[in-house]
């Protein structure tokens, strides 16, 4: 009952923070674009209760979740977003690029569609130069599975038995093309196959369900057995980023998705078992309040100073520019 | 300090070893590494000496094993991979330029990209238009990169070492025609700095401005010259990012002219970069408008008759050298 309601406040924070980032970007607070996953909280929940301290992990561009999944500070998050200072990458990632090496082994959302897939069978590689008893878990979305880096990385970290989860958070849309026009596969984890690798297909709006294919999952890499490949089959509520109208779906994805809505089930779930609706709106009072102090602390705190810009570069071989 | 005569292969497998002896989160990927011990021979008997964790064999996936590398790199190991040529550098350009090159900086600096790459380039050897190229332009536009390119047996393998040594990516430029050209380096260790040019010949009336083999090249002509009255000096760049900008302002104030030669395709060339900086910040020193001389802004041939048009040599140096002299 308490794993169940930790699942219900972990879904219930990450569709908060959401939810609070995109009414701040609605209302012009944050510059460029934010790629919500509102609907892929059953998924992301599950997931991450089965990823231990010492693993690793890699994001994508719609990693908001995985942030708050693993235990990250909405804060520090929320003023990434903002380009402030005090966020987790000093304002130079930005919504597409959270990391925190340092404690949520976070090794970065990433820009590039598919880029984790190497990484993280990279970070896996080191734990096992090293042998270590780390996992490292490549979390990422349907289309990527379409991009070489897919196939290349897992054919070699299945050859050569690295401990590797990967995640995947089908939500049936790259930007607008609908995953089946564009691939000939029902499932997509079905391709492990090709490389001897095991995989399970089950449904992402389930928490439960997720929880427990990844702690196979986990259990089976960390043995030294190997990759494993997980598909979660989700919903994204909004477009392909905030305020995309999402004209190209059928009126009934959206239908579909409610009906199916994760944190309702699971809250279903959790009354039939005895918790009052009371409780459950004390956890959602508690999360909307947690990241109205994250926007409250994002909005205050203090964009980096210009004389920062060349910050962090590997070499200082600016000395010759000026740039403007 | 006592010298012995080695390869420049050689010498790179040296500074490779003594680097695998040395730091034990290194290792060595790439195609045809450990059992074959690489097409130039540069990992001869690594595997049976490191063991298979450490030399690693990667199927022809470019893209897999450098995005590999940087995820390793980000757990704190020390990748060295090679590309059998740079030309495949495309199939790998993610993971270079967009995850390597970027990941400190847009991670605010909590990581750094501890790996080198390795990048057998250049013309001269017949293979055409896809194993010729020489892509240092490319390489050194990524901001997040260092690169090196070095011309001569002792500098292989003190620069292979200090980038195995240096916290950032570092890109390694090998010419493949120096691979078994036989040169002295010292016996005992050392280290050869990036971001340090080495000033080959001092001369009063011009400088070339240079790197990897075309170095060689320009030694040559400056004898030619030498022997018609004109006192050239070189400056093997050795380094092209971070440059030696030191050592570019000092040749070039005191000579006052500067011809830059490279085997790149000349359009968007490392070598176009360079005179525009020079052209920007020393105008006051020039004699004479910067020259570049490179390569033809075409593929590389395959026949030799053909591809020797397509990159500089002594001659061509020479003739560069008096025309913008007006000698």
Redesign the interface.
Known sequence: MEFLTDLYRTMVRIRAFEEHAAECFTKGMLAGNIHLSIGQEGAEAGAFAAIQPQDYFTSTHRGHGHVIARGGDPKRAMAELFGKRTGYCKGKGGSMHIADMAKMNHLGANGIVGAGQCISAGSALASKIKGDDAVTVGCFGDSSTNEGSFHESLNMAATWHLPLVWFIENNCYGVSTEIHRVTNTPDLATRAAAYNVPYAVVDGTDAVAVYEAMQTAMEHARSGKGPYVVEAKVYRYQGHYCGDPAVYRPATYMEEALANDAIEKMGKKLMDLGVKAEELEAIKAEAAAEMDEAVKFADESPYPDPSEVTDDMYTADNERCVAR | MSKKKITVSKAIREGLHEEMLRDENM?IMGEDMAVMGNVFAITTGFLDEFGP??VID??I?E???????????????HPCVELMYDDFVTECA??LF??AAK??????????IPLVLRMPMGSGRRNAGQHSQSLEGMVCHF????VVAPCSAEDAKGLIKSAMRD???VVVFEHKLLYAKKEEIPEEEYLTPIGKANVKREGKDLTIITWSREVNFAMEAAEKLAAEGIDVEVLDLRTL???D?DAIRASVSKTHNVIIVSEEVKRGSYAGELSA?IS??LFDELDSPVERVCGLNIVSPFSPVLEDQNFPHPDDIVKAVKRVLNK
């Open positions: 290792f964790n450490r990667t199927p996936s893209e897999g094993f450098m995005g590999m590398a940087v995820g390793a790199a980000m757990r704190g190991m993610d993971p967009n995850q990941l400190k900086y847009m991670s605010g600096g909590q990581c750094s901001p997040g990169l260092k916290p950032d990516p990012v971070p440059v900008w900086e920007e910040e």
